[in-house]
């Protein structure tokens, strides 16, 4: 089944999770190179935009040839709305409203998945970011705050309702943060609600969870959040699999050395040094995964300065 979202006709049912800290310009241009997938930027909050903040204004940059929605946070419609419309301006083709983040300075705010638990309010954010913008909007949730108060069903009604043209669901709740196992399954009963497109993410991390989570949820497409982190090529992986296409996407040793060198390039090329060698150490952390020497090579990152270390864990990591 072919997934339209606004006028756009996607060409991968597989989607990259917006990820604070993680897929900034330089990390989604690194993506791109594997396919065109639809991609989100890191969460922005949305005071920062409507203020203008510099560093927000980093996070929200797109290269105009990628298809990639700005998702905002925010507990006030006004303020909600009026960061969907400076989004739009910037060049934003969709945007995607947070309703799922876990973190604690998100919740206290009661924004995030702490929207979850006032639905009245939730259905006013949506309305107004849907009223203020002529792009698609998109919606990410939880199952809900806790075990006791799971209405994952409920909110994407109101985000069908409202206008909304496609859910994500992380399949844990709010109080179970990471922690445990997604459930899928129960992600299924928020596809069999609406008739929009429902999303599955959590926990998917290979070609085989990737696989079980669209049989189990029953949902239109994946979206891959930390399984990316270290392993970009997952989603081109992914992509091939579950459409049937021929394994051609084995990645190779050689493979992977580009990919980090060019991530390294790219986040010199984007960020002042001394923020492009803090980036490096969590990129550096996240290739080295399952290399031999691992731990040893954590402990020489940490102490990285320069470029030039920075090449030299590079050879130690594909030694």
């Known amino acids: 089944m072919d997934l339209i979202l606004g006028e756009k006709k996607l060409k991968s049912r597989v989607f990259l999770a917006p990820m604070a800290g993680g897929t900034d310009l330089p990390f989604r241009e690194i993506v791109r190179g594997f396919g065109d ?3 989100y930027s890191e969460m922005v909050a949305s005071y920062a935009v409507i203020r203008d903040v510099n560093r927000t204004r980093r996070m929200m940059e797109l290269t105009g040839d990628e298809w990639t929605g700005i998702q905002i946070v925010g507990a006030d419609p006004r303020i909600m709305a009026e ?3 400076k989004s739009h301006d910037l060049g934003a083709p969709f945007l995607d409203i947070n309703m799922g983040c876990p973190v604690k300075k998100i919740v206290k705010t009661e924004a995030g998945s702490a929207l ?3 639905e009245r309010l939730a259905a006013e ?4 970011v849907v009223r203020a913008v002529p792009i698609p909007v998109t919606l990410k949730i939880r199952l809900g705050w806790s075990e006791e108060h799971q209405n994952a069903i409920q909110i994407a009604r109101i985000a069908q309702d409202s206008g909304i043209q496609m859910i994500s669901v992380h399949g844990r709740t709010r ?3 990471y922690t445990g196992k997604a459930d899928w399954r129960a992600i299924r009963t928020v596809k069999e609600s609406v008739q929009i497109p429902v999303i599955v993410n959590g926990d998917i991390t290979s070609v085989e969870t990737a696989k079980e989570a669209l049989e189990e949820g029953r949902a239109d497409g994946v979206m891959i959040g930390r399984g990316t982190l270290g392993a970009p090529w997952i989603l081109r992986q992914i992509h091939d699999s579950i459409e049937g296409y021929s394994q051609d996407s084995l990645i190779t040793a050689m ?3 580009n990919t980090l060198e060019n991530h390294i390039q790219k986040i010199f090329e984007f960020y002042p040094s001394s923020k ?3 980036n490096c150490k969590k990129v550096l952390m996240m290739y080295c995964r399952g290399t031999p020497n691992a731990s040893q090579i954590r402990q020489q ?3 990285i300065e320069d470029l030039a270390q920075i090449n030299e864990i590079m050879q130690m990591i594909f030694e």
């Open 83 to 85: 960061a969907a419309r």
């Open 276 to 278: 492009a060698i803090i």
């Open 37 to 39: 997938f639809v991609m």
């Open 125 to 128: 954010i949506m309305r107004a």
């Open 255 to 257: 493979t992977r050395r």
């Open 116 to 118: 979850m638990k006032n």
């Open 301 to 303: 990152i940490m102490t």
């Open 175 to 177: 109080s179970q943060l």
